[in-house]
């Protein structure tokens, strides 16, 4: 236990001052958080997550699966297929399919994500509590920071840099949390494994 917390601290320190490093270059670009709910690249499924399965007039195959760590799930009638790197609706849409394949005809099928146990959020900086979260379907960056206890009495959290990986580089963005939660700036929407660093007041 004591070298996993040593492990941890030091990959926090490592991405602290990654971002502390280059913070300052970051411009505000709310469609970059935009881009998230409407494309839906934050409802990808891995191991792990877990989502509700409803189907029209049939309650006994509704319910809710997880995917197993291979990346599959079992579903009755179905069987095994692989859920890991689906959406929600490509999920529902493969049970459509299968399930209308001799087995019901004209299946009506909706799936809701439950938990994201695989992804993960970052909140470093001038946070009450730093550290990894869980990533929640349609998580902005002020629910993150509140997660983290909220900002501390030196932080500048207008400032706040959001550090997002995009088509394999670094894309860094600088997002007013102060000006969002108050209502008067666009909100911004995390996707799993962002990183979010609020700076240290210059004053």
Known sequence: MPLLRVVVGFATAVLFAAISACGSSASYDPNLGALVRESGDGTILGP???FEVRIYREPDLSGVFQV???????FPLVGSFRAEGLSSSQVASTLRAKLADGLIRDPFVTVWIKEFLSKRVYVLGQVERPGTFRYEEGMSVVQAVTLAGGVTKTARPNSTVVTRIMDGREVRSEVPVDEISRGTAKNFYLRPGDIVYVPESIL
């Open 68 to 74: 197993a760590p291979d990346g599959t799930i079992d």
């Open 48 to 50: 792990g997550d877990q």
